[in-house]
């Protein structure tokens, strides 16, 4: 009986050694990224993001309480184009900013916040992001979010069919390299 509490032991020990060298694998082939059987991408607490209409890597938050995804963005300003509703707005954060981008506001929602009164109105707008070997499109909010650690929050919109998420476990996936 001994024995065999040993050999697990060692087992989980080895097992867990060996995850954390593949999630932590400096390359990108393949073989680094971690997916289930059925096809979804293993996500942690916490990744990596291009954000790929602006080919910028930053760090992600995973948040299963959140609904929709949300980008940290500044100098945002609503106008009409064509008859539609448009937003241009600069995305920033750590004192780095884009480039004015222009987007179709796909709707505008209100956001309820348990630290804040009252609720904000906020922008949305569809942008690709690739996160591991994966790469979607996805709805974001717009909100200047300097004053958080994180410049990209990715909700439950953006795991839907896509993603799971092992709140236990940081950077899952490789770091995106920026394209040239």
């Known amino acids: 009986m001994k024995h065999r ?5 060692i087992f ?14 400096p390359d990108n082939s393949p073989d680094s990224y971690e997916h289930l059987p059925d096809g979804k991408l293993v996500m942690g607490e916490k990744e990596w993001v291009r954000v790929d209409e602006i080919n910028v890597v930053a760090k ?15 100098d945002i300003e609503e106008f009409e184009r064509d008859g539609e509703e448009w937003v241009r707005f600069r995305l920033a954060h750590d004192d780095k900013q884009t480039d004015l981008m222009e ?23 569809e942008m690709p992001i690739t996160i ?3 790469t979607e499109t996805t709805e974001f909010t717009l909100r200047d979010r300097h004053h958080l650690n994180f410049p990209v929050l990715l909700g439950r919109t953006y795991l839907k069919d896509v993603a799971v998420v092992d709140v236990s476990r940081k950077y899952v996936q490789p770091k ?5």
């Open 176 to 180: 995106p390299e920026i394209l040239k």
């Open 5 to 9: 509490i040993a050999a697990f032991l």
């Open 132 to 134: 591991g070997d994966v």
């Open 60 to 74: 992600a938050r995973v948040d299963t309480g959140a609904t929709t995804s949300s980008i940290s963005a500044i």
């Open 103 to 125: 987007l179709p506001v796909i709707r505008t929602v209100r956001i309820i916040q348990s630290s804040a009164e009252g609720y904000d109105r906020r922008y949305v707008v």
């Open 12 to 25: 989980l020990v080895m097992g867990s050694i060996s995850v954390a060298f593949a999630a932590s694998s």
